[in-house]
């Protein structure tokens, strides 16, 4: 049965497939999503990893929840079924640089 795996803090240069090849060390990978925004379609830093095996989640949540990748450190849990999960509501969404609303530079340069 097919677990999903919620990884927040992940970096904005990550790919999907990066991510795949991450989590297929601990098991099948099932699929993979990287979350975009949807008015500039920029990550957003967190993602979810479908495992194909519950042994595979378990060995990836506790390798990597924690673990530091680019520079940021993950964290990794089972994703709570989608009626539980408290996500920003479009409101408190910070604007993508070029949309209406104000934006600040806040970091220029590489990760």
């Keep these: ?11 904005p240069t990550t790919t999907e497939n990066e991510l795949k090849a991450l989590f297929s060390i601990y098991g099948n990978v099932a699929e993979v ?21 519950p042994e595979g989640t378990r060995a990836a949540i ?13 964290t990794v849990t089972e994703a709570a079924p989608k009626q539980e999960r408290n996500g920003l509501s479009s409101q408190h969404r ?3 640089q070029g949309s209406t609303g104000s934006t600040k530079t806040l970091f220029k340069g590489a990760l």
């Design 94 to 96: 910070k604007p993508c």
């Design 62 to 74: 506790h390798a990597l929840h924690g673990r530091q990748i680019a520079e940021h450190r993950l």
């Design 33 to 53: 999503n990287i979350v975009l925004d949807r008015t500039c379609q920029k990550p957003w830093g967190v993602g979810f990893v479908t495992m194909v095996t």
């Design 1 to 11: 049965m097919n677990t999903k795996i919620y990884v927040e803090n992940i970096a």
